[in-house]
């Protein structure tokens, strides 16, 4: 089945430092992919995707691109912030009539210390 | 909101007792998600729905049970049945058109007294 396999954590990084958070997939079809993100006691939201290979995502400084050589879709991002810490989740959806799931990585917790 | 409620934020329920979480979406999405969310775990699917009056299980939908008679409500029944379920409970919702996102309620936290 589908699967999404994320970096575990917890990941502690100083302020402006680079973050990567690794993300790979096995998916029959072609999935879409998801990068979320949740802060204490909140739902998920959506920090960026990519429908199709090659594409990049990006928002608030977050990038990461859809690999279908590798499965991978790493998020980066260039310094980081304290208001980035949050867990992080890579997800995946593959459009299949009959089956509409969504699956999720375990999530990366994220921590910046000033 | 994003255009999912779900309610209340917090809910304490007694061993033996079903209790019900609301799930309420406006923007007529087709597809609703119910998971668990564990301290520390990722997120684990408990039922799905695509369209009213039909929904699959999913990973560990034992101890749980769901309806989804009108298009905007998808209510999370947690039976006596359910072993342990002390956990953060999110619905989501999507729209069928291919690879699109699922915009997530801010959840609720249940607690077994």
């Known amino acids: 089945g589908d699967s999404v396999t994320q970096m575990e954590g917890p990941v502690t990084l100083s302020e402006e430092a680079f973050l990567t958070i690794n993300c790979t997939y096995t998916a029959t079809g072609y999935p879409s992919l998801f990068w979320y993100v949740q802060y204490p006691g909140e739902g998920l939201q959506l920090l960026l995707k990519a429908t199709k290979a090659d594409d990049k995502g990006s928002n608030k400084g977050f990038e990461a691109t859809y690999r279908k050589e590798t499965t991978s879709f790493h998020l980066e991002k260039g310094s980081v912030q304290v208001s980035d810490s949050a867990v992080y989740f890579c997800?995946?959806?593959?459009?299949?009539?009959?089956?509409?799931?969504?699956?999720f990585g375990t999530g990366t917790r994220l921590t910046i210390i000033p | 909101d994003g255009g999912i409620t779900q309610s209340p934020k917090y809910l304490f329920r007694k061993e033996g007792q079903n209790v019900t979480l609301s799930c309420e979406q406006n923007?007529?999405?087709?597809?609703m998600y119910w998971y668990r969310q564990d301290p520390g775990q990722g997120l684990r699917l408990i039922y799905y729905?695509?369209?009213?009056?039909?929904?699959q299980k999913g990973d560990i939908a034992e101890g749980y049970s769901v309806s989804r008679e009108k298009k905007e409500s998808f209510p999370l029944t947690v039976t006596s049945a359910q072993k342990n379920p002390t956990a953060f409970y999110l619905c989501?919702?999507?729209?069928?058109?291919?690879?699109?996102?699922?915009?997530f309620g801010q959840g609720t936290r249940l607690t077994v007294v």
């Open positions: 923007l007529n999405h087709d597809a």
């Open positions: 997800a995946l959806t593959i459009s299949n009539f009959g089956n509409e799931k969504l699956t």
């Open positions: 989501a919702r999507r729209q069928l058109i291919p690879n699109t996102e699922a915009f």
């Open positions: 729905s695509q369209i009213v009056n039909d929904f």
